[in-house]
């Protein structure tokens, strides 16, 4: 069973002043593939905040898999890559491509896309942008890679 923790990055959603449509899909979806949400938070677009987050989750073990929305763009507070980027301790480059590849195709500006992905720990950690057509075709282009991911980060290697 894949634990997820769904972190939202937005500094409105944050102070509850709009309600946070990417997290609430990423949960559905989530749930529709019979994985177990762990954590769900909504944060501001704080470098520091976001790292400190990112670091508890998967040094505590909260979740196998942690999914953030928001905070990529070119936004000035748009800082949610470089903090992943802080935290992890491998990069996992093909995860972005996909979902670049992917994505772009139907919606060049897709491209302009700063998400990252890596593993801390245990934790495989990938951002997705904070729209909810982003976050739908995202997560649709990744989410057969992720069981076998998570399976080999816990230690399963039987399957290549």
Same mark, same amino acid.
């Given at each position: 069973?894949?634990?997820?923790?769904?972190?939202?990055?937005?500094?409105?959603?944050?102070?509850?002043?709009?309600?946070?449509?990417?997290?609430e899909l990423?949960?559905?979806?989530?749930?529709?593939?019979?994985?177990?949400?762990?954590?769900?938070?909504i944060?501001?677009d704080?470098?520091?905040?976001?790292?400190?987050?990112?670091?508890?989750?998967?040094?505590n073990?909260?979740?196998?898999?942690?999914?953030?929305?928001?905070?990529?763009?070119?936004?000035?507070?748009?800082?949610?890559?470089? *903090?992943? @980027?802080?935290?992890? &301790?491998?990069?996992?480059?093909? =995860? %972005?491509?996909? /979902?670049?590849?992917?994505? !772009?195709?139907?919606?060049?500006?897709?491209?302009?896309?700063?998400?990252?992905?890596?593993?801390?720990?245990?934790?495989?950690?990938?951002?997705?942008?904070?729209?909810?057509? *982003?976050? @739908?075709?995202?997560? &649709?282009?990744?989410?057969?890679? =992720? %069981?076998?991911? /998570?399976?080999?980060?816990? !230690?399963?290697?039987?399957?290549?």
């Amino acid at each position: 069973m894949i634990k997820v923790a769904i972190i939202t990055v937005n500094d409105k959603g944050s102070k509850g002043l709009r309600q946070d449509k990417s997290g609430e899909l990423l949960m559905k979806m989530v749930e529709e593939e019979g994985w177990i949400k762990t954590l769900y938070l909504i944060i501001p677009d704080e470098k520091e905040e976001i790292e400190q987050k990112l670091k508890e989750i998967a040094d505590n073990n909260i979740a196998d898999l942690i999914l953030t929305t928001g905070g990529t763009g070119f936004a000035l507070r748009d800082v949610t890559p470089e *903090a992943t @980027k802080n935290v992890i &301790e491998k990069e996992v480059p093909g =995860i %972005p491509e996909k /979902i670049r590849y992917a994505t !772009g195709v139907n919606a060049p500006m897709a491209y302009l896309s700063r998400g990252v992905c890596g593993i801390r720990k245990f934790t495989l950690i990938i951002n997705f942008p904070g729209s909810t057509k *982003a976050v @739908k075709e995202c997560f &649709e282009a990744v989410k057969a890679l =992720i %069981p076998h991911g /998570i399976n080999i980060l816990k !230690g399963d290697i039987t399957e290549h």
